[in-house]
C-alpha cells in the first residue's frame, strides 16, 4: 500500500539558512499534519492543512510556514535555522471524519541537521 | 489542555512472554481517541492500535490488545508472545475529538530478550 512519502530524507544546513520539507500525503488523504520531535523527545504537532486551509496550529515557531497546495502536497518553509531546529520531522496524513480512515498515518521523516 | 503520562520508561521482556505498558491520560472531554504509536530504530511511526473513547470494548490487533479504563482515564498496551521485532520505543497518544493534533506521552523503550 502506498505510504506518506516524505523528502529530502537528510537535510544538513548552515545556521541562519533556510530548508523546506516536502510531503506527499496517502493518495486521497486530504489532511496533513507536520510534527518535530527533538532527540530522546515525543513528537510535538506544529501544524495541520484540510483542503488547503490551515486546520489546526501548535508550537510552530514565527520562523516557519506552511502551506498545503491544490494537489494536497504540503511544504514546510523553516527560515533562519538555529542549532535547536534540528530534529526528525514528521509528516503525516489521514481522511477526516471516516472513522478508522481518520487515524493519522505518518511518513518516515527528514532528519534535519543544522550546523 | 490535554496531557498524556507514560510511567515507564524502559521495560524489558523475555520472547514469547506477556509485557503490559501503562499510560495515563487527563481530559475533560467526553469524545476522543487513543493510539499506541511503535517507533523502532529506524524512526518510523508505526500505528499498533486505536482506540474510540465511546466504545467499551477493548481493542486487539493480533498480539496487540489494550486495556481501556474511561473512568480512571488509563489506556494501557498489552503485547502478546512478544517478539524480537516488537522492540521498539512505544508512544501512547491522545486526540480530541474536535482538534486534529495528537498528544505524545514521552514514551516507553521496550527491549526484547531472549
Known amino acids: 500500500a502506498a505510504g506518506v512519502i516524505q523528502s529530502p530524507r537528510h537535510l544538513i544546513k548552515e545556521k541562519r539558512e533556510t530548508a523546506t520539507l516536502k510531503c506527499y500525503p496517502i493518495?486521497?488523504?486530504?489532511?496533513v499534519y507536520w510534527y518535530q520531535q527533538g532527540p530522546g523527545q515525543d513528537p510535538q504537532f506544529l501544524i495541520s492543512f484540510y483542503e488547503k486551509m490551515q486546520s489546526d496550529k501548535g508550537s510552530i515557531p514565527d520562523r516557519f510556514s506552511a502551506q498545503q497546495f491544490s494537489d494536497y502536497h504540503s511544504e514546510l518553509n523553516m527560515s533562519s535555522l538555529e542549532l535547536g531546529d534540528s530534529a526528525l520531522y514528521f509528516c503525516?496524513?489521514?481522511?477526516?471524519?471516516?472513522?478508522?480512515?481518520?487515524?493519522?498515518?505518518f511518513g518516515p521523516g527528514t532528519r534535519l541537521t543544522v550546523l | 489542555a490535554q496531557t498524556v503520562t507514560q510511567s515507564q520508561p524502559e521495560m524489558s521482556v523475555q520472547e514469547a512472554e506477556t509485557v503490559t505498558l501503562s499510560c495515563t491520560y487527563d481530559t475533560s472531554e467526553s469524545d476522543y481517541y487513543l493510539f499506541w504509536y511503535k517507533q523502532p530504530p529506524s524512526r518510523q511511526m508505526i500505528l499498533v492500535i486505536r482506540?474510540?473513547?465511546?466504545?467499551?470494548q477493548n481493542a486487539t490487533e493480533n498480539r496487540f490488545s489494550v486495556n481501556f479504563q474511561k473512568a480512571a482515564k488509563s489506556f494501557s498496551l498489552k503485547i502478546s508472545d512478544s517478539q524480537l521485532g516488537d522492540a521498539a520505543m512505544y508512544f501512547c497518544a491522545y486526540r480530541s475529538g474536535t482538534a486534529s493534533k495528537l498528544t505524545f506521552g514521552t514514551g516507553t523503550r521496550l527491549q526484547v530478550t531472549l
Open positions: 503525516a496524513s489521514s481522511i477526516p471524519g471516516q472513522g478508522l480512515s481518520d487515524t493519522q498515518y
Open positions: 493518495p486521497r488523504h486530504d489532511t
Open positions: 482506540q474510540e473513547a465511546y466504545k467499551q
